[in-house]
C-alpha cells in the first residue's frame, strides 16, 4: 500500500484561496468512485492563520504504479485543474506502508 500525501499553498486573498480549496476538496472528495486504484482520500483545509499552507490531500493506493494511474485519470486532471491558477507550491511524498 502507498500513502500519497500532498499539500498546496494558493496564492490570492484568504477568501479566495478557501473558495478554491473548498472546490477543489469537492473534487477530489468523489475521485475513489470514479478511479478504481484510489482505495481512499482524505482531503483537510487549513484552519491554523499562522501557518502558510492551505490544503492537504492523503490518499491511499495499492502499489506506485497505481500512483501514476491516478495522477493521469481524467477526473484527477479536472480536479487538479481547479486549483492551477492559483497553485504556489506544491509538496508530495509518497511511501510504501
Known amino acids: 500500500m502507498v500513502k500519497h500525501i ?3 499553498r494558493l496564492n490570492g486573498s484568504p477568501e479566495e484561496r ?3 480549496a473548498r472546490r477543489f476538496r ?3 472528495m ?3 468512485a470514479v478511479i478504481d486504484c484510489l482505495e481512499s482520500i482524505e482531503v483537510g483545509i487549513n484552519q ?3 501557518e502558510s499552507w492551505d ?3 492523503t490518499a ?3 502499489n506506485m ?3 501514476e494511474t491516478y495522477a493521469r485519470h481524467p477526473a484527477h486532471v479536472a480536479a487538479a485543474s481547479i486549483i492551477a491558477s492559483h497553485k504556489a507550491e506544491r509538496a508530495c511524498v509518497d511511501y510504501e506502508c
Open 18 to 20: 478557501l473558495e478554491v
Open 65 to 67: 504504479a497505481s500512483v
Open 30 to 32: 468523489g475521485l475513489p
Open 55 to 57: 490544503v492537504v490531500l
Open 48 to 50: 491554523n492563520p499562522a
Open 6 to 8: 500532498v499539500t498546496f
Open 60 to 62: 491511499t493506493l495499492p
Open 26 to 28: 469537492d473534487a477530489l
